[in-house]
Nanobody
C-alpha cells in the first residue's frame, strides 16, 4: 500500500523551530518530486516547498513567504523528506501536508492537483 505519513507538528512560540518529516511506505520517494503544502482554516491549500528527486538534481523551490526560514531536504536511506522550519510566525499556523509528484521535477509544483499521493497532514500552531 502506497502511503505518506507526516509527523513533527506541534505548538511552538513565534520565533521557534519545528522539523516536519514525510515518510513514504510502499514506494521509493526518490522516484518522485516531493512537495509540502499547508492549509489554514478558511484558506486554500498553498504550496510551501518542493524538492525534485535526487536523481533529477534535487533542486528546491520555496514560496516567497518562507524563503530564508524553511529548508526542504531528503534522506533516501530513510525514504523520508524533511521540512525544517525556523523563525516561525503566527501566519505559518496551518495543517501541513506532503505530497508526491510522479514527474520527479518540481514543475508547476504549487498546484495541488498535479500530485499523485498525499499524506494525512500534521498540525502546526505558532502562538504565544
Amino acid at each position: 500500500q502506497l502511503q505518506l505519513v507526516e509527523s513533527g507538528g506541534g505548538l511552538v512560540q513565534p520565533g521557534g523551530s519545528l522539523r516536519l518529516s514525510c515518510a513514504a511506505s510502499g514506494f521509493t520517494l526518490d522516484n518522485y518530486a516531493i512537495g509540502w503544502f499547508r492549509q489554514a482554516p478558511g484558506k486554500e491549500r498553498e504550496g510551501v516547498s518542493c524538492i525534485s528527486s535526487s536523481s533529477s538534481g534535487g533542486s528546491t523551490n520555496y514560496v516567497d513567504s518562507v524563503k530564508g526560514r524553511f529548508t526542504i531536504s531528503g534522506d533516501n536511506a530513510k525514504n523520508t523528506v524533511y521540512l525544517q522550519m525556523n523563525n516561525l510566525k503566527p501566519e505559518d499556523t496551518a495543517i501541513y501536508y506532503c505530497a508526491a509528484l510522479r514527474l520527479k521535477f518540481c514543475v508547476l509544483w504549487g498546484t495541488p492537483g498535479r500530485y499523485d499521493y498525499w499524506g494525512q497532514g500534521t498540525q502546526v500552531t505558532v502562538s504565544s
